[in-house]
């Protein structure tokens, strides 16, 4: 059986001073009024003891604002980026952004904007800018920008900005009820040195049956393997999967699949190109 997140933050809890990370450490922005309130409270419940008072909502940590437009000079002070960025950016597609909107995209993002582009390809080039060097990101989004052909500028900007972690594909799986979108859970390291030999671990999720342990996202995305590898070993859900090299990719959409089903692919892909000729 896998941790709960429960367990891992009570062997957390004693070693690191909760109130301290929430004042100093702890940064978020969202657009939904209520989002911002309801992560305040969480918050704030989650720093007190039983016999504590209920501290004031962390204002000047959450705010209820536009993030792709924000300002974050006041919260970065000389600092040159987040440590950690994590989200779910909004799932809406490029065809539903009103034109207005469009042309703010355009101007903020022009090395990625294309019109057809999803919300979430303009979340995950402002959530790279923010992250320091050895920073890391981790995002579920929608999975259209690994193969979209408006996405080739996106992908040229992560493979060129970032080490690419681990990237797990849940497929034709809908992992939110309603949203209709396929996701993934993409996490990335910003770095200016690539080697390589970097791999990429990719999983794919083939069955809701399977569940995700939620320790090894946290862990992964915060990179405190070691820190807490005795309290884990052997407790995390192992999905399996395989290891992709990311000199292998490029701004063509990324196929991620067991290395004898791309070999297949890559042959198809050769033949086509014969009989147009």
């Not at 981790?138 to 052909?149: L, N, P, S, T």
């Not at 859970?185 to 342990?213: A, G, L, Y």
């Not at 090894?216 to 807490?228: A, W």
Request: charged letters at 30%.
């Amino acid at each position: 059986n896998s941790v709960t997140i429960g367990t891992l933050d009570s062997w957390l809890a004693p070693r690191f001073n909760w109130k301290d990370i929430l004042s100093n450490n702890i940064f978020g922005i969202d657009i939904d009024l209520f989002a911002t309130e309801l992560a305040s409270v969480n918050l704030a419940l989650r720093s007190i003891t039983k016999t504590e008072k209920l501290p004031l909502i962390l204002d000047e940590n959450i705010f209820c604002k536009n993030s792709l437009f924000h300002n974050y000079d006041s919260i970065l002070g000389e600092s040159e980026g987040f440590d950690f960025v994590v989200g779910n950016p909004p799932y809406v597609l490029g065809d539903n952004i009103e034109e207005e909107e469009k042309q703010k995209l355009s101007d903020e993002f022009s090395e990625v904007y294309k019109s057809e582009a999803d919300y979430c390809f303009y979340f995950i080039k402002k959530g790279i800018e923010l992250l320091k060097e050895g920073g890391r990101l981790g995002f579920i989004v929608a999975r259209y920008f690994m193969k979209a052909h408006y996405g080739s500028d996106l992908r040229d900007y992560i493979l060129n900005q970032c080490k690419i972690l681990e990237i797990i594909d849940f497929g034709n799986i809908d992992v939110f009820e309603g949203i209709g979108s396929r996701c993934c859970i993409f996490i990335v390291e910003k770095t200016s040195e690539i080697p390589d030999s970097h791999k990429i671990q990719v999983t794919k999720v083939t069955s809701r049956k399977i569940k995700v342990s939620k320790e090894r996202i946290f862990i992964e995305i915060l990179n405190l393997e070691k820190l807490i590898q005795s309290e884990l070993e052997g407790k995390t859900v192992n999905l399996g999967g395989f290891y992709k090299n990311q000199s292998e990719l490029t701004s063509e959409p990324w196929i991620l699949t067991l290395p004898k089903k791309e070999e297949i692919y890559n042959k198809c892909k050769e033949n086509i190109h014969l009989l147009r000729l």
